[in-house]
């Protein structure tokens, strides 16, 4: 009979879950204290800006604080009794962009056994949905919808605009491309939607908004004058044109 494999915890670690809420409970005190003491000269544009700053660091530690839960709670006998795994000495530290910004955590690593098959597995990160790449979940699904409306650049302006931050031109275009994938075998495995009828609709752009003014379109509906004899082009075309106003 195995022995039962409790969760690997890290109670010497500065990221434990302890010293996180601790850290909490303290930024509640700051944001509470921010809020309600004098601000001479202040505007409200400013308070907002700082009060945004202060709540999005306590996103981050709520963030963190589930994930180093997460981890602590893990029991990792699932894999280890298969015998196929063995825990790899130490946590491994790693980095998750969100919303609120950059999240620390740490996490088990698993490394397999089999010499044929070499490499492992994070356990923590399988079980939440986490990627190699470094995003959040949300973080790569609002980036790649902008970029299938927008150029990648504009996405990642847009993006900035409302978070301060934003990943690259190159990660959101790796990640539409990672998610671009799926599309054939999901467009072929996907069910019309209710009521839909037989008409194809096509977008494209056109172009750009009409600047020409009343007296220029009068210019270009009128009658076309005689091409005047020269020397050459070149210069039947700049005696042409000495003579147009724009």
Known sequence: MSAEIVPISDKNSSLSVVKIIEKIRMECENIIHFCTQEHEGITFLQFEKELWKLLSYMGILYIQLFLMSSHERLNYSQWLNMGLYYV????????????????????????????IKKG????????????????????????????????????????????????STESVEKSVSGLG??????????????????????????????????????????KRGKNKKGCCQRHRGKKKRKGKKR
């Open 120 to 167: 492992g597995f994070y356990p923590l990160d399988m079980m939440l949905g986490l990627t190699a790449d470094g995003f959040s979940p949300s973080i790569i699904s609002q980036a790649t919808r902008l970029a299938t409306r927008v150029s990648f650049l504009t996405s990642v302006k847009i993006f900035g605009y409302f978070y301060d931050w934003s990943p």
């Open 88 to 115: 790899r000495k130490g946590p491994v530290s790693k980095t998750v962009k969100t919303v609120f910004g950059k999240v620390s955590y740490c996490r088990t690593y698993l490394v397999r056994k089999d010499s």
């Open 181 to 222: 994938r799926e599309a054939g075998g999901y467009m072929e495995v996907a069910v019309a939607p209710e009521g839909d009828g037989e008409v194809l609709i096509i977008e494209a752009d056109g172009k750009a908004t009409p600047t020409a003014t009343d007296e220029e379109l009068e210019k270009r509906s009128g």
